[in-house]
């Protein structure tokens, strides 16, 4: 079992910069793929990015490709996602996930944290 705590979240100008970080609780936190996904008032949960075990391998949403960077920190049971050239459309609230089994829809994600707010101001 892991879970999830989400920190980072907050108002930003368009074009500016936010990291967002997610710690684990639980020795096996190098055993779950982990996941970025967000939602949005009104719209559906939607894949943002993720990351191997090992950090290995990575996949982004397109809408957010070349400006966000998924990266984790197993020693520290961390994962975070840095945000960069942030845009209106990027508003919505922003879970971390963790999955046995990697993957890019949140049916493949089992644990969840809470959730952390992005605003981004025009």
């Known amino acids: 079992q892991v879970q999830l705590v989400e920190s980072g979240g907050g108002l930003v100008q368009a074009g500016g910069s936010l990291r967002l970080s997610c710690a684990a609780s639980?020795?096996?936190?190098?055993?779950?793929?982990m996941g970025w996904f967000r939602q949005a008032p009104g719209k559906e949960r939607e894949f943002v990015a993720a990351?191997?075990?090992?950090?290995?391998?990575?996949d982004y949403a397109d809408s957010v490709k070349g400006r966000f960077t998924i990266s984790r920190d197993n020693a520290k049971n961390t994962v975070s996602l840095q945000m960069n050239a942030l845009k209106p459309e990027d508003t919505a609230v922003y879970y971390c996930?963790?999955?046995?089994?990697?993957?890019?829809?949140?049916?493949?994600?089992?644990?969840w944290g809470q959730g952390t707010q992005v605003t981004v101001s025009s």
């Open positions: 639980g020795r096996t936190f190098s055993g779950y793929a």
């Open positions: 996930a963790g999955s046995r089994n990697y993957g890019t829809t949140r049916y493949a994600y089992s644990h």
């Open positions: 990351i191997s075990r090992s950090g290995g391998s990575t």
